[in-house]
């Protein structure tokens, strides 16, 4: 360093509004925008914010989710609002906002719109089609295309924004889904889409299920690089194994048995700046984090791992890992 390290003073705290009496809501997890613009919050009480950096201590709500928000994430790039009126100017480009709640539900904002999800998933194949029929050809559609029954545990953007990952259960699923533009909207489907609460649609294209063989009961972390065309997923079960998935095959390409001692809850890779660009080889590089003390480096390209890290007590919280992009 060529003269004193600057350090720039402290942000604002930002506190929850109590939920319950005084007290104050878990933060669940964090995330920054790709232009470190905005903070997305998850919090347990069913709290999404959109936080404007740096920060004044006030942030924008999404109301939508009944229960714990599990995690939430930023698109890749910026799209303009679904609607907008011709009198006024158009608003700019904002990113996406995409969020996994207990509710069974996963939800697509638009910074915009804090009260109307652009679109829920929350069926296993594709978006519901209203209300229930009496055709046995309906009644056969819905039994395929069940609701979520269980917590949405994760949610990210895949492939340059253009596919959805979410984990249920013990199931990675893959979607590809549409954002309905006011252009294209006539007064019919307005009203079809309020009575549905989102107008957009998604599709299932793929699952991983890891039930079987290994009688596993939960996806307990999954990792991809949305910033880049990458076709690999890696993930990581409640059975101490690590896999890595080819998206652009449909398969496990890799299992890794026991890398750690108890289940990863933590897969960090290297995610590009808008600052620093990240070399090729970069992107074979990623660390898994459990409680048993360690993180460990991987390169996905070697039969086993390059460093292990422990020099760290991590024996109850769940101690997140980062690879930084310089």
């Given at each position: 360093l060529h003269g004193p390290a600057v350090i720039n003073p402290p942000q604002p705290h930002l506190n929850f509004p109590p939920s319950k009496g005084s007290v104050q809501p878990a933060v669940v997890s964090i995330a920054f925008s790709p232009d470190a613009s905005q903070l997305a919050v998850a919090s347990a009480d069913s709290?999404?914010?959109?936080?404007?950096?740096?920060?004044?201590?006030?942030?924008?709500?999404?109301?939508?989710?009944?229960?714990?928000?599990?995690?939430?994430?930023?698109?890749?790039?910026?799209?303009?609002?679904?609607?907008?009126?011709?009198?006024l100017a158009s608003p700019p480009s904002q990113h996406l906002l995409l969020s996994s709640s207990a509710d069974g539900s996963a939800r697509l904002?638009?910074?915009?719109?804090?009260?109307?999800?652009?679109?829920?998933?929350?069926?296993?194949?594709h978006q519901a089609s209203g209300p229930a029929s009496t055709s046995s050809l309906d009644h056969s559609t819905s039994i395929r295309n069940k609701p979520f029954a269980d917590c949405v545990n994760s949610a990210n953007f895949f492939f340059l924004d253009k596919f959805v990952l979410l984990t249920v259960k013990s199931s990675v699923l893959m979607y590809t889904?549409?954002?309905?533009?006011?252009?294209?909207?006539?007064?019919?489907?307005?009203?079809?889409?309020?009575?549905?609460s989102a107008g957009g649609r998604y599709k299932l294209v793929h699952e991983w299920n890891f039930s079987e063989?290994?009688?596993?009961?939960?996806?307990?972390?999954?990792g991809c690089v949305n910033q880049v065309q990458s076709p690999i997923i890696l993930t990581a079960t409640s059975d101490k194994m690590l896999q890595v998935?080819?998206?652009?095959?449909?398969?496990?390409?890799?299992?890794?048995?026991?890398?750690?001692?108890?289940?990863?809850?933590?897969?960090?890779?290297?995610?590009?700046?808008?600052?620093?660009?990240?070399?090729?080889?970069?992107?074979?590089?990623?660390?898994?984090?459990?409680?048993?003390?360690?993180?460990?480096?991987?390169?996905?390209?070697?039969?086993?791992?390059?460093?292990?890290y422990s020099s760290h007590?991590?024996?109850?919280?769940?101690?997140?890992?980062?690879?930084?992009?310089c």
């Open positions: 709290t999404l914010l959109a936080v404007k950096l740096p920060t004044s201590g006030e942030a924008n709500a999404f109301m939508g989710h009944n229960n714990r928000v599990c995690s939430a994430c930023f698109s890749h790039h910026t799209y303009p609002p679904t609607s907008s009126s011709t009198l904002w638009q910074q915009s719109k804090m009260d109307c999800p652009l679109v829920v998933f929350n069926h296993y194949r889904y549409e954002v309905e533009r006011a252009s294209a909207r006539n007064d019919l489907k307005v009203l079809q889409s309020a009575a549905l063989p290994s009688q596993c009961h939960s996806v307990s972390a999954v998935l080819d998206a652009a095959v449909g398969c496990v390409a890799r299992h890794i048995p026991s890398p750690h001692d108890r289940s990863i809850h933590c897969i960090a890779l290297p995610q590009p700046s808008i600052h620093v660009p990240l070399l090729l080889d970069a992107y074979n590089m990623f660390a898994t984090s459990a409680i048993d003390n360690l993180i460990v480096l991987w390169d996905i390209r070697a039969p086993r791992s390059v460093a292990r007590v991590n024996r109850r919280g769940a101690v997140q890992a980062g690879i930084s992009p």
